[in-house]
Nanobody, 123 residues
Framework: VQLQASGGGLVQAGGSLRLSCAVS????????IGWFRQAPGKEREGVSC????????YYVDSVKGRFTISRDNAKNTVYLQMNSLKPEDTAVYYC?????????????????WGQGTLVTVSS
């Protein structure tokens, strides 16, 4: 099982980035794919997740209306479109997969993790 996160980079405040999480070694069925982030000196934070069973998506309050999670089952890829980026969005972003019936954005429920991609938002 592998998750490969990509798409990070340096962007000015107000800009956009799209992160990708390519999944291999399993199918989406029954799995929730989540995005998490960890800023320097801070704890890891759940950002968003998407359920494979019904396609529902969930977001932490700080990104609602700015970030959109989506999935492409044919490509086994989950995306995180990030718009109106703010300096406080600067972090290493990780994607993760967890087998669960109810989607939650809590890291302890996720079994597999990607390596992370750095997002830096300048003011």
């Amino acid at each position: 099982v592998q998750l490969q996160a990509s798409g990070g980079g340096l962007v000015q405040a107000g800009g956009s980035l799209r992160l990708s999480c390519a999944v291999s070694g399993f199918t989406f069925d029954g799995y929730v794919i989540g995005w998490f982030r960890q800023a320097p000196g801070k704890e890891r934070e759940g950002v968003s997740c998407i359920s494979s069973s019904d396609g529902r998506s969930y977001y932490v309050d700080s990104v609602k209306g700015r970030f959109t999670i989506s999935r492409d089952n044919a490509k086994n890829t989950v995306y995180l479109q990030m718009n109106s980026l703010k300096p406080e969005d600067t972090a290493v972003y990780y994607c993760a997969a967890g087998y669960m019936s109810i989607a939650v954005i809590l890291g302890e429920f996720y079994d597999y993790w990607g390596q992370g991609t750095l997002v830096t938002v300048s003011s």
